[in-house]
């Protein structure tokens, strides 16, 4: 995976003697690594003709400029990367004045967005250090050390330092084509570490969400967590609790649904980082790990990521329907034992308590709950095919969703469900005739409607 990589680091990264790769902190602007263009691979032709206009600008107009993170780092390990972001030691506003199609974001970190049609070119400035005498606008940090305002400006080096891994601390630069590694970034890449640039619990406590990072890179890349930097995570897992939950839900779907969801769940587990995103599933855990919930949770990870590795389109409303199902289920079991209501109005009720819950850590936006919603009803609904009601299921909106959910459960629990999930296969493929058939196949079968109990059985419910 990093041969290509391996060759130049083997060629540029020689130390000093006595130089601790851990000590980047420490680094000065003497200590910068320079790669001159017949030592790297990144080649102009790979990288966004909007991201090399808006270097080549802001180089013309006196500032450096670089490309930097994510796109370096994926550009040295072959990857296509998702995006080019910029950073510059022009501010915001010079940013806004030499780009007309130019909009500034953010207050916690002042931005500049340069709109290319449907392509974004993110541009910031360089980061500089904090210190107790620094304008209260520019920034501000709680008593618990995050970061509430981080819009102090500063040098390149200054700014190497301030970011969160190692291997995000590239930079490119269009003006004579070399890169700039401040803090040992491509020895990490050559030997596939994630590791924080300063002390991991001030990084993490400065902004939690940089241990979900470290997961999320960790499976995207295949690379290992350094153990200093994973060291804090479980400790520090409960600062999540702090973030805001429309954050964090942004976080959720780049963590699960990049096309690495499984293994980036697998992560989260074992760092314990799951439960702050997802309380209402993990406290449904067995210490088996092999409840009906958590085989569904695996497998429709594990068919996200493939539909995304194949270049297919994924819609969260299924994924969160799917991950959220048993815990929906179980819940309605129980009012429908404690109150006596009736199945299908205690059903409707835990829908609305789940994803209530679930969304006081995850902001999941109403046009997704709202589609989970339909997928759940429908799993109540494709039971009873009789008459029109099997053409009238097929013409719903999210009729396909909800029988992939169907397919789901039948493969884990077996039984009436896998009869039924092969009959809506096969009624979906079949001609108006061989339809017409099936449903009268289907016989005098009693109507699950008119004859269910106030009361039912917990197995029954499953099933429902």
Known sequence: MFTRVANFCRKVLAREPGTDTQQESHHSESDVAIIPRAQHTIS???????????????????????????????????????????????????????????????????????????????????????????DKNASQQANN?????????????????????????????????????????????????????????????????????????AAKLDMQIEPVTAEPIGRLASLLSEIPPARLFEEALKLLQSGYGYPTYQLLRQHHLFRPLFPVIANNFTPQGDSNMEQILSQV?????????????????????????????????????????????????????????QCRTLAIPKRITSLVRDIWQLQLRLPRRHGRKAYKLMEHPKFRAAFDLLQLRSEIEKGELIKLAHWWEEFQQADIQRQKTMLTSLGDEPNARRHRSRRPHKSSAKQS
């Open 44 to 134: 102009r032709q790979e990288i966004s003709d909007n991201a090399l206009k808006v270097l080549y600008r802001l180089n013309k107009s006196g500032y450096e400029a670089y490309l930097v993170g994510g796109g370096v780092r994926d550009l040295l390990l072959n990857k296509e990367p998702k995006d080019f972001d910029i950073t510059t030691n022009a501010t915001p506003e010079q940013v806004r004045k030499l780009f007309r199609n130019c909009r500034l974001i953010g207050r916690r970190f002042r931005l500049a967005h340069i709109m290319f049609g449907p392509e974004i070119i993110e541009v910031a400035t360089f980061r500089g250090g904090h210190s107790d005498n620094d």
């Open 145 to 217: 050390g995050m970061l509430l305002r981080d819009n102090v400006y500063g040098s390149i080096t200054e700014d190497a330092h301030r970011r969160d891994f190692t291997i995000n601390s590239l930079y490119y630069s269009a003006d004579d084509f070399t890169v700039r590694d401040f803090t040992g970034g491509l020895q990490d890449l050559k030997q596939g570490i994630i590791r924080l640039i300063g002390d991991p619990e001030t990084r993490y406590r400065e902004d939690p969400v940089r241990m979900l990072r470290a997961v999320r890179f």
């Open 301 to 357: 990870l594990k068919n996200t990521d493939s539909r995304l590795q194949n270049g297919k389109r994924v819609n969260p409303a299924f994924l969160f329907a799917a991950m959220l199902w048993y815990p929906q289920v179980e819940h309605a079991q129980k009012l429908a034992q404690e109150s006596g209501l009736a199945y299908y109005d205690a059903f409707a009720l835990a829908m609305n308590d789940v994803l209530d819950e």
